[in-house]
């Protein structure tokens, strides 16, 4: 039992170690990376081109904030107007499906009547064909027995 608790102890006692090791340097990469960049920030405020160079990029994006503002309440306006035009659209669409739905409809029974007028005489043709042949056939039929 006591080797048991031992190997549990030396097991935690590394755990805390790690985790240990594992903060300090974690306190120091931070340490490090807030020092380059307050020398970076410094760098900036000393600097006057750079400063410059800030308030142009901020003045440019003032500008496009205003721009994207102002095309969103275009945007806004123009709402009542795409609206009504899907809205003729889906009417428009909706009455040349039914047109062209009634052009399939006819098209379909003039197809049908076609091949009534086509098959009609050809059936009768074939059956009047065969009614003449059967008696033909009986005779082949029994001089090969």
């Avoid at 400063?51 to 009542?80: F, Y």
């Avoid at 091949?115 to 009609?120: E, L, P, S």
């Amino acid at each position: 039992m006591e080797i048991r608790l031992v190997i549990f102890l030396a097991f935690v006692s590394v755990t805390v170690i790690t985790n240990t090791l594992l903060i300090l340097f974690a306190y120091k990469a931070f340490a490090n990376l807030t020092t380059k960049v307050m020398q970076t920030f410094s760098e900036f405020e000393k600097n006057s081109e750079t400063r410059k160079m800030i308030d142009v990029l901020h003045s440019a994006a003032q500008q496009a904030a205003d721009v994207t503002e102002g095309t969103k309440q275009r945007m806004i306006e123009l709402d009542p107007v795409l609206s009504r035009a899907q809205d003729s659209y889906k009417k428009t669409l909706t009455r040349v499906d039914s047109k062209l739905e009634d052009a399939a409809k006819g098209i379909d029974k003039s197809a049908q009547k076609v091949k009534d007028a086509v098959t009609t005489p050809a059936l009768s043709i074939l059956a009047f064909a065969s009614k003449i042949s059967k008696p033909f056939n009986q005779t082949d039929a029994e001089d090969s027995f």
